[in-house]
């Protein structure tokens, strides 16, 4: 019970910092930023979580006797793949929980940044854009995540295993 509830306070503090680092970052960004530059920023956002969403997935769905037959071959990246695989449920929670939901609330903060300077910029109804730019962002987020998570699943031991090449260049 008391690794649970570790576990809690890591995934707390990870999400905290998180948030402070994206949204600090973007928000420099925002308030210099174009109306398009901001849409890029928002979309990249936007894609940032649905990868990892993605990952996530495939490491709930993921077959580990494939990654040791990797790991027998001795190729780059599958003992760090197996090593994450066996954590997985953690691995999908930072993935899915701490980094998916945070790239959501800056990718909403920063649509409502977006909002008022097309609003202010075209002399456009606010409530006109913002259900315009709330209906992209949703759109983009939960199609992405939709159309990626069955790729997840199909592909879940070659993501796995990339993922855990990935790793392998940053140790």
Known sequence: MKENVNWIYKVFLLSFILSIVFSSGSSFVANRASSFVLGVIIIIVIAVGIIFDMIGVAFLTSNESSLHAKASKKLKGAKEAISMLKNATQVASICNDVIGDVCGVVSGSLGAVLTINIANHFN???VLITTIITAVIS????????????????????????????RAIFK
């Open 124 to 126: 456009l109804n606010i």
């Open 139 to 166: 759109a983009l987020t939960v199609g992405g995540k939709a159309i990626f998570k069955t790729i997840a699943t199909k592909k879940a031991d070659t993501i796995v295993y990339t993922v855990g090449k990935i």
